[in-house]
């Protein structure tokens, strides 16, 4: 289902957020990775819910297995990036930041004030205010940025 390198990724992910080192991802062991991103005051029925994902305990494996089901379900990059056409009737291959904000935060599963931070945080529009969509969609089916 991965290639290697992915489940390298993986397993680094996994790590990172195996706070105390045992082999399983704990409600605590969420708190504390989320904390360490400035996430402070996460409630424990959150937490709970995040962990209620898991058909047991999350170790390596189930961890995998939960990510391959959610990519699993996720758009190919093609229809991501047609969905974002229409909203790019000169086909530039970008839009609008603030229109982009106004969408993610008035429809659907609104973006929070922070979730929108986090998004220019890793997809600063360029000095027009331009917000280069194919990237956005390349990220979201593949996980990280194209190399140029």
Excluded at 74 to 94: M, N, Q, R, S, W
Excluded at 104 to 129: H, I, Y
């Amino acid at each position: 289902m991965f290639e290697q390198s992915q489940i390298q990724e993986y397993k680094e992910a996994f790590t990172i957020i195996d706070q105390n080192r045992d082999g399983i991802i704990s409600k605590d062991d969420l708190r504390d990775v989320l904390a360490s991103m400035g996430q402070l005051n996460v409630k424990n029925e959150e937490l709970e819910a995040m962990i209620k994902e898991a058909p047991g305990p999350i170790n390596f494996t189930v961890f995998l297995t939960m990510f391959g089901e959610k990519l699993k379900g996720a758009d190919p990059e093609d229809v991501i990036v047609a969905a974002f056409k229409v909203l790019d009737p000169e086909g530039t291959g970008t839009i609008k930041k603030q229109f982009l904000e106004e969408l993610l935060t008035t429809q659907c599963d609104r973006f929070s004030a922070e979730e929108m931070k986090n998004l220019w945080a890793a997809f600063p529009p360029d000095v027009a205010g331009n917000v280069d969509y194919k990237n956005i969609c390349y990220v979201i089916t593949h996980g990280e940025e194209k190399e140029e």
